[in-house]
């Protein structure tokens, strides 16, 4: 029901766009967020559009790099980032949730996950 993708290889500093596609319009009335996780490493929270407000929130590791965008009309959530780390690597998933949360486990809906990795 969510489909990610956009991910690939790049070197540090490019930037790359993650899309987040939703296989219905109920997905605007849910939190929509971005994880990710590295090799060996717990899925950790990247950023947040939160419904109705359009608030977004993000990891401070990503602040100032990466935003996060919806399109409602679309049933897209895209995840824009730029100036790229090796530490961003990993695997970025998109998920869903009926409350405002930035803890993996309270997501009702998951996508595939979508492979970055940065090179040096």
């Known amino acids: 029901q969510l489909q990610a993708s956009g991910g690939g290889l790049v070197q540090a500093g490019g930037s790359l766009r993650l899309s987040c596609a939703a296989s219905?319009?109920?997905?605007?009335?849910?939190?929509m967020g971005w994880f990710r996780q590295a090799p060996g490493k717990e899925r950790e929270f990247v950023a947040l559009?939160?419904?109705?407000?359009?608030?977004?929130y993000y990891a401070e590791n990503v602040k100032g790099r990466f935003a996060i965008s919806r399109d409602d009309a679309k049933n897209m959530v895209n995840l824009q980032m730029n100036s790229l780390k090796l530490e961003d690597t990993g695997v970025y998933f998109c998920?869903?949730?009926?409350?405002?949360?930035?803890?993996?486990?309270?997501?009702?809906?998951w996508g595939q996950g979508t492979q970055v990795t940065v090179s040096s």
């Open positions: 998920a869903a949730a009926t409350k405002f949360t930035l803890d993996a486990l309270q997501y009702n809906y």
């Open positions: 559009f939160t419904r109705i407000s359009g608030v977004t």
């Open positions: 219905d319009g109920r997905f605007s009335n849910y939190y």
